[in-house]
C-alpha cells in the first residue's frame, strides 16, 4: 500500500500569487495513495525540508510529491531532504507548478485546475516509482582547458597548483589569445603583456601543465570524469623539441609578405613565423599556405640556415588521444566582422579602423612600433572620431542584440592614452550610453571627460564618407542638442561588437554543451551555477559564456578552476542510476538496442534460463553497463519486444502521466 | 452548439530534460504568456518518446501531442533526437492513415535559451488544435469510463 506525501510550495507570492496553493493541496489529498498533503510558504527553506522530513517519518511515506519550482531548481535539495528522512531519493518527484505554470498563468482558477493536474500527473508517476542506487564510476584526475588565452591560462594555472594534472589545446601557434593584443588595461592602464606573459611562461614551467599548441580537440567521447578525446596536433614543420626560437629562420624566410594574423593584417610577415616575440612555446611554425618549399617544392632555405636541425617538411598531422575528468571551455571571441556596416567605410578607407586595429597601432610591438599613425600615409592624425556600438545592442538583425560589455571602457581607454600622448589631438567618442558598471570603472571614465578633455556625444554615427584630400567626413546626430554634427576626421575608430569564436559551436556539438541563440555557451543556472555547463563536467571560463572584461574573465577562470578541482579531488562519482535496463525473459536478442546505443553501453552474452518445463535453455540476451549508460532511452523505443525500459522514466511511469493529465 | 466557445483542447507536450524543458522554463522565467491546455511531460530525451505514449495519449482522450527535443545536431546525448525524428515521421503518417488529422502532431526543436520560442510554438499550437476541436478518432471507448 502506498503512502504518499504532497507538498505544495507557495513560493512566497510566486506561485502562490497565481495558484490557490491551499485548494491545490486539498484536492491532491483525494488522489489514490495521498496520506498527507499540506502548503508550505516556502518548501526548500530549512522549516519546509523540516516538514517534509518530518512527514515522512510520521506518514511512513513511500512516495514524496512536490509541487514547486522546476526539477531543474530544487529536485536535487528535495531529494537531499529524503534520504536524509530515510526516503530514496529516487521515490521524490516534482511537479512543476511555478515555471510551468504560476509564472505563465495569469488567471487564479485556470493556473489552479493545471497545477492540480500536474500534481496529480506527478502523484500517479510516484506509485510507479522504485527505489534506485546510484552506481559509482571512476575519475580520471586530468583536466582539459580547450584554448589558452587569458581565461584558459588562468584556469590551467589554478588546477596545475592544486596539484592535478592540466593539459592546454590551443588552435594558435602559441597561447596568450586576444590579450597579447592588447597595448593597455582599463582601469589601471597596465600594459597587457606585462602583466599577461609572465603567466604564460608560468604555464610553460609548470610541471603539471601541457601546452598543445598549434592543436585542435576533434573528438569527444565519454561522460564526467572519464573523457576520452582525441586532439589533432596540426604539422607546424618544425620539430619542437629541437626549435630553441633562435628566430634566423624568419630573417632569411624569403617569402616576406605573408599578411600578419596579430597585427590584424596592418603588417607582413614571413612564411615561417613566430608570433610575436614573448610568444610561448617560442617555436617556429611554417605557414604551409604561403611556404614554397611546401607547395612546389622550391626554397628550402630556413632548413639550410637552423642550425638545430628543426626544420622538418615531412611532418604530418599527428592524432592523439588523451583521457581526462573534466574539460574547461575558454574558446573566447573575436570582433564581428564589419562588412555589414558598410555606412562607416571600414572596407573603403585604410583609415577606417576596428578598436582591436587602434590597439595594434599603440603597442609598442605593433606595425607602427606605438606610434600612432595613420594606416593610409602614416601621418599623425588630429581628428580622431571613436564611434561606439558598431554591431552590438542592434536590432535590425544585420548585428547583435547583445552590449558586447567592454567597448565602452577600452573606448575610454583609447579616449584618454591618445590625448595624454598626442595632447593637440581632438578625440570624439559616439555613444548610445555609457555603460560602466565595474570597480573604478565610472571614475576612469569621468577623468577622460573632464581630466582628458574627450568629447563625448550622446548620439550615433550615420554616414562615415571618404573625401578626396584623405580625410574622412563623419556625419552624425547629437542627441542632446539636437544638431546635425559633420566633423572632419583623420581617423575612425569602430569598436565592433564581440562574437563567439567560430570553433565554438562544432565544439559544443562534440561536448554535447547547450548554447543560446548567440553561440555563446549556456551555463548551468545563470545565477548559482555561472561556470558550469549543463552537461555534467563541462566548465565554462571568459567570454564563451559572455561578453567579459579581463577583471571578470579572469574571475570565471578561477571560479571554473575550482569547480573542476572540486571534481577532480573525488575519487568516484555517484553515476546516474536512471539508466536502461534489459528484462532478461523478455529479451529475444535480437540487437535493435545495441544499434541506437550512443555510448556502446549494451553487450550480448548467452545465458542460461531454467524454462518452466524444467529444462535449461541457452538464449542471447542483452544486458546494459550501468556505468556507461546515460539513460537518454533510446534503446527503450528500438525494441520490439519490450524488454529494455528506464529506470525513473519507465513505459509505466509516462503512461501514467499521460493519463493523469488526460483524464 | 457553444462548443467552439467553451472547447478546451487537452494537449501533452514532451519535452526533453535538457533543452526543451529548460526552455519551457525559460518561458515561465519570462513571464511569456501561454495557453494552460499544454502540459508538459519531462523526458530524459525526445529519444524517449515511445510512440506507444503518443497513441496512448490520444486513446485517453488527448486532442494533441507536441514532441519538442534539442535542435538538430545539439542532441545531448549526441543522437537522440534524430530517432525521435525518424520515429515520428513513420508515427504521424500511421496517424493520417488512421484520420488523425496530422495538425495534432508536432515535433518541434527548441533549445534552452528559446523560450520566446517555446511559448510561440505552443500559443500557436493551441490554436491549431482548438479550431480543429476535439478528437475523436482514436478515443478508446473502455477509457472514457474512469
Redesign the interface.
Known sequence: MQKIGVFVCHCGTNIAGTVDVHAVAEALKEEPGVVFSADYPYMCSEAGQNMIKDAIRDYQLTGAVICSC???MHEATFRKAATSAGLNPYLVEIA?I????S?????MP??T??AI??GK?AIAKVHLNAPLTAGESPVTKRALVIRGGIAGIQTALDIAEAGFPVDIVEKQPTIGGKMTQLDKTFPTLDCAACILTPKMVDCAQNENIKIYSYSEVTDVKGFVGNFRVTIKRKARYVDETKCTGCGICTEKCPMKKVPNEFNLGMNNRTAVYIPFAQAVPKVATIDPEHCNMLKNGKCGVCAKVCTAGAIDYKQKDEFIEQEYGAIVVATGYNPIKLDRYDEFAYSQSKDVITSLEFERLTNAAGPTSGQLLRPSDGKHPHTIVFVQCVGSRDTSGCGKEYCSKICCMYTAKHAMLTREKYPDTDVYVFYIDVRTPGKNFDEFYRRAVEEYGVHYIKGMVGKVAPRADGTLLVQASDLISNEQLKINADLVVLAAAIEPDKTARPL??ML?A????NDFF?EAHPKLRPVES??AGIFLSGTCQGPKDIPETVSQASAAAAKVIGLLVKDKLTCNP?VAHSDEWMCNGCSSCEK?C?YGAITYSDKEFKMPDRTIAIRRVASVNEAVC?????C???CPSGAMD?KG?S?RQ??A???A??? | MQVNNEFKP?I?AFCCN??S??G??????N????P?DV???????S???????IL??FQ???DGVILCG?HP????????NY?ARR?MTLLFSMLDYLGIEKERTRVEWV????GAKF?ATMNEFVETVTKLGENKRLEDLRCKE?
Open positions: 522546476s526539477p531543474r512543476n511555478r515555471e510551468q505554470c509564472w505563465i498563468h495569469k488567471d485556470t493556473a485546475e493545471k493536474i500536474l500527473a559544443a556539438t554535447t547547450s548554447m543560446d541563440t549556456t549543463p552537461t536512471c541506437v550512443p546515460q539513460g537518454c532511452g533510446a527503450t523505443v528500438a528506464l522514466f513505459n509516462i503512461m502521466e499521460v493519463d493529465i488526460c483524464k | 487537452k501533452i535538457w533543452c524543458y529548460a519551457a522554463d525559460l518561458a515561465g522565467t513571464r511569456l504568456n501561454y494552460a502540459k508538459i511531460i519531462r523526458v530524459p530525451c529519444c524517449r518518446i515511445n510512440p506507444m505514449f496512448r495519449a485517453r482522450g488527448a534539442c545536431g545539439d542532441c545531448h546525448y549526441t543522437s537522440g530517432f520515429r533549445s534552452a535559451a528559446e511559448a474512469n
